[in-house]
């Protein structure tokens, strides 16, 4: 059974440039989650995601950034006209709806963006 | 909102127990959960506390109260790759739902 899965695992792009990061849950899992993290600091909620459906987005900035988890395909974070201060690792995690279990994330190895 | 606080650094040598404490205020809670990160790898689930009490997995072990807002990772017989992030992280809807983590303890054994 495979993990998460994040790729790119190390992304560059230039100032003005827009990223694009993917993410494929466990299999049977529903939900997916985006974290950011800057070195040296915990993990900040992004968005929260069913299939086609945002459910919380209350830590997306409101500018440049996206989410989206289709029917078909990975959950994509878009970051659009990327600056400096963008340069950090995104994780993606998922989990069960419900269940013993639900509580668990599983993580994927990230995406390690930097904007020069 | 939520918050949680943990200390930044613990430093313990191979072999002794260390204590992780976590203190939250949240508007609404369902859970403690524990994560470990090595090298900014992905982080990964080591425990869950619900209720109140302790919860034994192996050498590591949780414990909550939820009257005091306050939760603990204990990690017994050190070893070396146990040196890692360690962060705390609050449930503040039942079922599935996002985390609220800590900014994490790093973990540093010495032999």
């Known amino acids: 059974n495979a993990g998460v899965m994040q790729n790119p695992r190390h992304l560059v792009r230039r100032r003005g440039q827009e990223a694009r990061l993917r993410c494929s849950p466990m299999k049977g899992h529903s939900h997916v989650y985006w974290y950011r993290q800057l070195p040296e600091e915990g993990l900040k909620f992004m968005v929260y995601l069913q299939k086609e459906n945002i459910i919380d987005e209350s830590g997306m900035p409101k500018e440049r950034f996206s989410a989206e988890f289709p029917k078909e395909g990975p959950s994509i974070l878009r970051i659009q006209q990327v600056v400096r201060g963008d340069s950090a690792a995104y994780f993606c995690?998922?989990?069960?709806?419900?269940?013993?279990?639900?509580?668990?994330?599983?993580f994927g190895p990230g995406t390690r963006l930097t904007v020069t | 909102g939520q918050s949680l606080e943990q200390p930044s650094e613990v430093t313990a040598v191979e072999g002794a127990i260390v204590q992780i404490n976590c203190t939250y205020q949240t508007s609404g809670f369902y859970g403690l959960s524990w994560y470990q990160q090595h090298d900014g790898g992905a982080p990964t689930f080591l425990s869950y506390n619900a209720l109140d009490g302790l919860e034994e997995t192996g050498r590591f072990s949780s414990f909550l109260s939820r009257s005091d807002s306050y939760g603990y990772l204990l990690l017994q017989e050190l070893q070396m790759k146990d040196s890692a992030s360690y962060f705390c992280?609050?449930?503040?809807?039942?079922?599935?739902?996002?985390?609220?983590f800590g900014d994490g303890t790093t973990l540093t054994v010495k032999p």
């Open positions: 992280a609050v449930r503040d809807v039942a079922n599935a739902g996002k985390s609220t």
């Open positions: 995690a998922s989990s069960q709806l419900m269940g013993q279990r639900s509580y668990e994330q599983y």
